[in-house]
């Protein structure tokens, strides 16, 4: 299984980043480094000491140690960790060591101790991907109890794997992004295109009748194109659909049992910067598998197996 050379994980001390954190050791290198980070409120910390003399970075320092033993103690790799505690904004906090530790992938929960999955990503995963440099491995909350107490490897499969794209230069690197994954994790690897529907009065749609036809024959012929410059060992399949861009993608990805969504996030139609109801933010909510949000290239570099062109 491919993994990266450098990864941050960001935990609050919740079951589902006990869960990203799984992510993260599984998926780097046996010699990668994992650096797992938590953000402590300076105002807390500032009235712990104050008003109770009490260390409270020191006590959330142990507590962090501690969290990590417990989560990695059925690691099948290496368990060497750095743990890092930070006063201040989780998001600022995150992208900082990112920077600070040379991170080519950050690994982050959709969902936190507030337990409202839409209230969080529109605060600490939302800003982290919204500023972020290198690939954002978002992890959803696991959909069973039962798999959140025993997990293993069946949990962190990663055979199929779901690409999407408007054809920007952000989504069609995505694509290629996804491709170099597909490949080193012996995936399959699918692409979809999701082709917005015509919105218009019904007694105006004979104006317009056949245009929805026009654009799926065109975006798969875009998507043939695409597929011929990608080399796939298990093939790629092309989709196209008609709808709602983050719905399709979502629903896709259910109905064909992947494993994992691979996203562009700043494009014509990516953008996360102007509204949390953009599409990449929406497949993030909606999404029950990881989704892999990838910057533009020129901001971050591809994933990588190690090799020093492979960093952020």
Not at 32 to 37: H, M
Not at 77 to 88: D, H, L
């Amino acid at each position: 299984m491919m993994t990266f050379r450098s990864i941050l994980c960001a935990v609050d001390f919740s079951e589902h980043s006990r869960h990203a954190l799984r992510w993260a050791d599984r998926l780097r290198s046996a010699d990668g480094r994992l650096t797992v980070v938590t953000a402590v409120d300076p105002l807390l910390s500032a009235a712990a000491r104050t008003r109770l003399n009490f260390d409270l970075l020191t006590a959330v320092e142990q507590e962090l140690q501690e969290f990590i033993s417990s989560t990695l103690s059925n690691s099948s790799g290496p368990t060497t960790y750095r743990a890092i505690i930070c006063e201040g904004q989780p998001d600022l906090v995150i992208r900082k060591v990112a920077g600070q530790e040379q991170a080519d992938l950050i690994v982050v929960g959709t969902q936190g101790l507030g337990g409202i999955r839409k209230w969080l990503l529109g605060s600490t995963t939302q800003q982290v991907i919204r500023a972020t440099r290198i690939p954002v491995f978002a992890v959803p909350l696991l959909e069973s109890p039962e798999s959140r107490e025993t997990p293993n490897a069946r949990s962190f499969d990663m055979t199929r794997i779901l690409a999407a794209t408007d054809f920007s230069v952000p989504g069609n690197y995505a694509v290629s992004c996804a491709a170099d994954l597909a490949g080193a994790w012996g995936a399959s690897l699918m692409v979809a295109h999701i082709v917005p529907a015509v919105a218009i009065p019904p007694r105006w749609r004979s104006y317009v009748e056949g245009v929805e036809e026009e654009n799926v024959e065109r975006a798969r012929a875009r998507l043939e194109q695409l597929k011929a410059g990608l080399a796939i060992a298990n093939g790629l399949e092309p989709i196209v659909t008609v709808g709602r861009p983050a719905d399709g993608i979502s629903e896709i990805a259910r109905q064909r049992h992947a494993q994992l969504i691979v996203l562009g996030i700043v494009g014509d139609a990516w953008d996360m910067a102007h509204r949390p109801g953009s599409i990449a933010y929406r497949v993030l909510c909606l999404a029950h598998v990881p989704v892999l949000a990838i910057p533009p290239p020129g901001h971050a570099a591809s994933p990588s197996s190690g090799h020093e062109d492979g960093g952020a």
